[in-house]
């Protein structure tokens, strides 16, 4: 049987096909991801881990992450193919190209607008690639997991829950709204790779607990005034830190949770300074 032979190409990126392992480390399946998209999924990382034999391996490996993101976002937004409400047939939907189906995501709340992010990139380079304007070879590896990590962030990202649109408490009442907007909330997984990082001086972590302490509170007798000024404090340090955090499933996660403090300080004025 041959041996396989590293890709000459490869000898500035890495010493040797061990180190390949490091390099795709990070890249962490999604959560509920249907079978389909976790197998495109783990297949890019896989390709980039191979391309130490065969360079293109790392630019084939972000096209091929963008049919999950693709099947994900038609079935999110609904434009799968098929007929619309009104019975016509809905062609522009079962042909819709990524690009659009992103944009779409986006107005649905389902992904952050980034027109220049690493998420834009990896689908411009794709569509270069379908022009003929750019090889298989256009990406350094290192490169290819930049952008394969966006695909994971935004597959993710579109995997959560959509929280409803805020239209007050409704009959159930103030307690009742949070509690529902509660649960959606706790059915993200905390950003795993955010365990432990500060972001200007606020832990992330602590951030979560004491949030989720207080909405417990204030959900199971209501918030004294120590709990009012904690929550306060939270609501501060998270519409401060969340426009730093530049992944986008950590900024959803924790932009949708300042937004669940503060439902849970509503009926609470902040304390005077």
Do not use: K
Not at 3 to 24: G, I, K
Not at 113 to 128: I, N
Not at 227 to 241: K, P, T, Y
């Amino acid at each position: 049987m041959d041996t396989a032979v590293p890709d000459l190409r490869m000898h500035t990126v890495v010493p040797d096909y061990a180190a390949m392992h490091a390099l795709v480390a990070d890249l962490v399946l999604p959560e509920g991801a249907p079978m389909s998209v976790t197998s495109a999924l783990d297949t890019s990382r896989e390709l980039v881990r191979h391309s130490y034999f065969r360079y293109e391996f790392a630019t084939v490996a972000v096209a091929h992450a963008l049919l999950a993101l693709e099947q994900v976002l038609a079935e999110r937004t609904g434009h799968h193919g098929g007929h619309d409400s009104a019975g016509a047939d809905d062609s522009t939907c079962a042909t819709a190209p990524l690009r659009e189906l992103v944009r779409r995501a986006g107005e649905a709340g389902l992904l952050p607008a980034d027109p220049d992010g690493e998420l834009e990139h990896a689908v411009r380079l794709r569509e270069r690639i379908a022009r003929g304007e750019a090889s298989s070879a256009a990406l350094y590896p290192p490169r290819a997991v930049v952008l394969l990590r966006a695909v994971f962030d935004a597959v993710a990202l579109a995997l959560r829950p959509v929280a409803p649109a805020p239209a007050g408490p409704g009959p159930g009442g103030h307690l009742e709204h949070l509690a529902r907007q509660w649960q959606e909330y706790t059915r993200a997984p905390f950003p795993a790779s955010f365990r432990g990082v500060d972001v200007d001086g606020a832990d992330l972590v602590l951030l979560d607990v004491y949030v989720a302490g207080l909405v417990h509170r204030e959900l199971n007798g209501g918030l004294d005034d120590d709990g009012i000024a904690v929550l306060w404090q939270c609501i501060a340090d998270l519409s401060r830190v969340v426009p730093l955090i530049d992944e986008a499933y950590c900024a959803a996660y924790f932009a949708r949770l300042r937004d669940v403090a503060r439902l849970a300080a509503a009926r609470h004025l902040p304390p005077a300074t």
